[in-house]
């Protein structure tokens, strides 16, 4: 697992780290929900994306492309 240094302000530091106590998490956590939540995806996982649009559809690679982009915007709602 990959480390990662982040500058906050201090007052969203401090609201970061009571919701990770309040939720019984760790800031990296919450980090990692957070991306899931918005949609960010690893390269495996939007390749992947694509490959479930073209088994379900008889789409080209750009159509298909396009689907796996809307799937990827419906996450993020």
Do not use: P, W
């Not at 906050?8 to 919450?30: D, F, T």
């Not at 490959?51 to 789409?59: C, G, I, N, P, V």
Request: glycine share 6%; net charge positive.
């Amino acid at each position: 697992m990959s480390r990662l240094t982040i500058t906050l302000s201090e007052s969203r530091y401090l609201a970061l780290k009571e919701a990770s106590a309040r939720r019984g998490k760790s800031i990296g956590q919450l980090i990692d929900e957070s991306l899931e939540f918005y949609g960010i995806k690893t390269r495996e996982e939007a390749r992947s994306l694509v490959q479930r649009a073209r088994q379900h559809s008889k789409l080209g690679e750009a159509d298909a492309m396009q689907l796996a982009l809307q799937e990827t915007r419906q996450q993020r709602r």
